[in-house]
Nanobody
Framework: QVQLQESGPGLMKPSQTLSLTCTVSGGSITTSYYAWTWIRQSPGKGLEWMGGIAYDGSTDYSPSLKSRTSISRDTSKNQFFLQLSSVTPDDTAVYYC????????????????WGQGTRVTVSS
């Protein structure tokens, strides 16, 4: 059973850089052909795919967030990370990490494992 757990700050100030960690257990983030992704849900809105990192280290990002987003990993700790720069109140959301596949990066309807989500609030 694969489990994912998000961690990070709950409260941010505008212009700061958000850093989140997803710790994976029960499976390796280097196993073919999975992709490890970040999705968020802002209050009153639907799910928004942000990007991900695949088993081979390749990455893909949402075009709307690409300029502010960086996703990386530490295979020795079986963790992957999200950095979102220059946050604004519009980045207030519940952030999820999940397992998908490299062949269906942003099709989160096909994802099989999700973390419980971590709430991030951006406020001055």
């Amino acid at each position: 059973q694969v489990q994912l757990q998000e961690s990070g700050p709950g409260l941010m100030k505008p212009s700061q850089t958000l850093s989140l960690t997803c710790t994976v257990s029960g499976g390796s983030i280097t196993t073919s052909y999975y992709a490890w992704t970040w999705i968020r849900q802002s209050p009153g809105k639907g799910l928004e795919w942000m990007g991900g990192i695949a088993y081979d280290g390749s990455t893909d990002y949402s075009p709307s967030l690409k300029s502010r987003t960086s996703i990386s990993r530490d295979t020795s700790k079986n963790q992957f990370f999200l950095q979102l720069s220059s946050v604004t109140p519009d980045d207030t959301a519940v952030y999820y990490c999940a397992r998908g596949g490299r062949d269906y990066w942003s099709d989160y309807a096909l994802y099989d494992y999700w973390g419980q989500g971590t709430r991030v609030t951006v406020s001055s």
